[in-house]
T-cell receptor, first 113, second 115 residues
Framework: EDQVTQSPEALRLQEGESSSLNCSYT??????LFWYRQDPGKGPEFLFT???AGEEKEKERLKATLTKKESFLHITAPKPEDSATYLC??????????????FGKGTKLSVKP | DADVTQTPRNRITKTGKRIMLECSQT?????MYWYRQDPGLGLRLIYY???????NKGEISDGYSVSRQAQAKFSLSLESAIPNQTALYFC??????????????FGPGTRLTVL
C-alpha cells in the first residue's frame, strides 16, 4: 500500500536547538516529494519540492533533503515563529489516481523561547 | 490579493441544508482540488478537476458534488449536510505544465460546522 509516514508526531524544541523531521514513503516510482507548513486554522503553505535522491533545497532556517526512501526537513537554530505543523506529500504512482497527493499526518513543531 | 480564495471563510448550518463552498484562483492553473481536514485524519481528497471538462472523485466523495464553472472557479456542494461533515475544507490548485508533477497551492480554508 502506498503510504507516507511522518515522525515524530510532535516535537518540542528550545529556541536555537536544531533538529530534523522525517518523512518516509513507500510509493514506487517517486514523481516528487513536497513539504508544506501549516499554521492552525490556515491553509498549507508550500515550502519545497524535491524530485530526485540527493537533491537538497534550503529556505532560511529550513533545509529539505531526499533519499530513495525518505526525506528530512532539517531546522537549524529554530525560532518561535517556526512553530507550525509540517506536512509532506507525494503523488500517487502513475496508473493509479493520477493527480492525487498522499499526505502524511504531519509533525507538530513547537519552539519555546 | 490572495492567489487562491475561498468563500465563505466560516459557515454554520443545520443538518439537511444544502451548502455551497466556492473557490477562485488567479494563478492561471488548470488543475483544482477540494480537500477536507479533520483532526487526527489529515488531509483527504474529495474531488479533483484537471480541466473544465474533467472531474474526478477523490477518496471521500460520498455526500459531496462539485462544479467547475470556469478554469478559475471550482465549487463544492453538500446536498444535504450532516454533522460528520463538520471540518476544515481547503481548495488547492496546481499547474500541469513542465512535465513534472507540480506542487499544489492551497486556499485559506472554510471552517464548516453542521449542527
Amino acid at each position: 500500500e502506498d503510504q507516507v509516514t511522518q515522525s515524530p508526531e510532535a516535537l518540542r524544541l528550545q529556541e536555537g536547538e536544531s533538529s530534523s523531521l522525517n518523512c518516509s514513503y513507500t510509493v514506487s516510482g517517486l514523481r516528487g516529494l513536497f513539504w508544506y507548513r501549516q499554521d492552525p486554522g490556515k491553509g498549507p503553505e508550500f515550502l519545497f519540492t524535491l524530485y530526485s535522491a540527493g537533491e537538497e533545497k534550503e529556505k532560511e532556517r529550513l533545509k529539505a533533503t531526499l533519499t530513495k526512501k525518505e526525506s528530512f526537513l532539517h531546522i537549524t537554530a529554530p525560532k518561535p515563529e517556526d512553530s507550525a505543523t509540517y506536512l509532506c506529500a507525494v503523488p500517487r504512482p502513475l496508473g493509479g489516481s493520477q493527480g492525487n497527493l498522499i499526505f502524511g499526518k504531519g509533525t507538530k513543531l513547537s519552539v519555546k523561547p | 490579493d490572495a492567489d487562491v480564495t475561498q468563500t465563505p471563510r466560516n459557515r454554520i448550518t443545520k443538518t439537511g441544508k444544502r451548502i455551497m463552498l466556492e473557490c477562485s484562483q488567479t494563478k492561471g492553473h488548470d488543475r483544482m482540488y477540494w480537500y477536507r481536514q479533520d483532526p487526527g485524519l489529515g488531509l483527504r481528497l474529495i474531488y479533483y478537476s484537471f480541466d473544465v471538462k474533467d472531474i474526478n472523485k477523490g477518496e471521500i466523495s460520498d455526500g459531496y458534488s462539485v462544479s467547475r464553472q470556469a478554469q478559475a472557479k471550482f465549487s463544492l456542494s453538500l446536498e444535504s449536510a450532516i454533522p460528520n461533515q463538520t471540518a476544515l475544507y481547503f481548495c488547492a490548485t496546481s499547474d500541469s505544465s513542465g512535465g513534472n508533477y507540480n506542487e499544489q497551492f492551497f486556499g485559506p480554508g472554510t471552517r464548516l460546522t453542521v449542527l
